[in-house]
């Protein structure tokens, strides 16, 4: 599918930013959510320049903003040469339509942004997949302002020349079609993935997702501790398709860890649905950490948009360890971090780009990944190398001892293999 921000063949998209600033509106600053508005804008590739706010009760229905300050702001990117309009919020259809007239260039919200940035980034089948459909599904209700667009453009979807209605009924079924079709190839998808997580899940071994806001320095983490390569770069949204490596602690202790797309405030619903499958892993996980730029003027705000996705995803309750990064960048501000940690006394304060603070990492993930590994003392005899075989492959084995009649072992094993183990479990051990 097209990119709505176009960087090819053309010079740099010039872009203008609409924020409101509603009374109703807590927590994030309508300041702060234009400038994180200006960083989705610069890395889709476009040039901001400029941005307005309107203060009001509540949105106009018809523009969004009050038709005067429309009008006002219109001109403004007339003589700036403005190729398109961004709105902060989710437009609704009629509005988008309504925009387009009074500014008379492309008009875009918040979510086609992210979705754009989503559709540039994807790699996998799968991703690709996904951010389409969530495209589709978001394009569908407002075809007939693309239909403008497309008419102008030539090429994109369901392009292929003619006016009128007809072939905006005609756009509207080629659509709907693609978007039965997507799904059903992101059935078969899906299946694969769950048969891979089955594959993994063999091995017994912990799983742990990394989640986080975006650009809080999750992939950098993975690579750290696993020496992944996974991509790590200073934009928005860098990762899309989750990783997954096995981490070895120095408690002997084995976890899949498993890096995956991070979140932003108004994070569009659709995307969440369309992302799924990825969130998968992360409903799936034993143990969340939970990434914070602690450097982050909104850093609070951020771990309070993570949340809200999280129990959109079904995902919120799960043991989670807060994990405070990068802190070679607080300059001084120590005080921000203590209140943080105050605030989560089993938090772990790092720099996953300088190493600092990981062996602790290490050890708080060590002691909370504990409790779901159920600690014993077992005696096998010596011929039952099978089961002693076994033990290794499911357990997490501390201490061994081969002398004597029997081989005996402390060993961390998933409770559900308690009943495989029963016959030569000892006693139960303090974790
Ligand atoms: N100063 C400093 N920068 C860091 C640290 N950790 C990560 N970064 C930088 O922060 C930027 C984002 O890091 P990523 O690891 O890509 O962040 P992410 O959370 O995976 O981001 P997305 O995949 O885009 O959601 C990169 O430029 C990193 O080099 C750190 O501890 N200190
Ligand atoms: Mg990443």
Same mark, same amino acid.
């Given at each position: 599918m097209k990119a709505l921000i176009e960087t090819r063949n053309r010079r740099t998209e010039r872009v203008f930013l609409v924020g409101v600033e509603l009374k109703?509106?807590?927590?994030?600053d309508t300041q702060d959510s234009l400038e994180e508005l200006s960083e989705l804008a610069t890395t889709a590739g476009a040039e901001v320049v400029g941005d307005g706010m309107q203060k009001m009760a509540a949105p106009c229905a018809t523009t969004f903003i009050g038709k005067g300050k429309a009008d006002e702001f219109a001109s403004y990117c007339r003589r700036a040469d403005v190729d398109t309009v961004i709105f902060d919020d989710e437009l609704s259809p009629a509005q988008s339509r309504n925009l387009e007239k009074v500014f008379n260039c492309k008009v875009l919200d918040r979510t086609s942004l992210i979705l754009d940035i989503f559709a540039q980034r994807a790699r996998t089948r799968e991703g690709k997949l996904q951010i389409e459909l969530a495209q589709l599904q978001h394009l569908l209700p407002r075809l007939t302002r693309f239909w403008g667009h497309l008419s102008r453009q030539? /090429? /994109?979807?369901?392009?292929?020349g003619g006016e009128g209605e007809t072939q905006l009924e005609t756009d509207r079924r080629r659509v709907q079609d693609r978007i039965a079709r997507i799904s059903r190839e992101l059935e078969v998808v899906r299946r694969q993935r769950s048969t891979q997580r089955q594959a993994r899940q063999r091995n017994h071994w912990a799983l742990a997702s990394i989640v986080g806001? +975006?650009? $809080?320095?999750k992939s950098t983490l993975l690579n750290t501790l696993t020496g992944a390569d996974v991509l790590a770069e200073?934009? %928005?949204? $860098? +990762? %899309?398709d989750p990783t997954t490596r096995r981490l070895r602690l120095p408690s002997n202790q084995n976890v899949l860890l498993t890096d995956t797309v991070g979140f932003i405030r108004k994070l569009p619903h659709g995307l969440v649905e369309a992302f799924k499958a990825t969130l998968e892993e992360v409903v799936q996980a034993? %143990? %969340?950490? !939970?990434?914070?730029?602690?450097? !982050?003027?909104?850093a609070a705000e951020q771990i309070e948009s993570v949340n809200t996705v999280l129990k959109e995803i079904g995902a919120e309750g799960k043991p989670t360890l807060m994990v405070f990064n990068k802190?070679?960048?607080l300059n001084g501000n120590q005080s921000l971090l203590s209140r943080f940690l105050e605030a989560y006394p089993h938090g772990v304060a790092i720099s996953a780009s300088q190493g600092e603070g990981i062996s602790s990492l290490m050890a708080e993930l060590g002691s909370q990944l504990r409790p779901i590994r159920e600690f014993i003392e077992i005696s096998v005899p010596h011929q039952a190398s099978d089961v002693i075989a076994r033990l290794h492959e499911v357990g997490q084995v501390v201490e061994r001892n081969y002398e004597g009649q029997s081989a005996r072992f402390k060993v961390r094993i998933p409770p559900h293999l308690h009943e495989e183990f029963a016959p030569f479990i000892v006693r139960r051990m303090n974790q």
């Open positions: 109703s509106r807590n927590g994030w030539k /090429g /994109g979807i369901g392009m292929r806001y +975006t650009n $809080a320095g200073n934009k %928005l949204f $860098a +990762t %899309l034993d %143990l %969340l950490l !939970h990434v914070v730029d602690v450097s !982050h003027p909104q802190i070679d960048q």
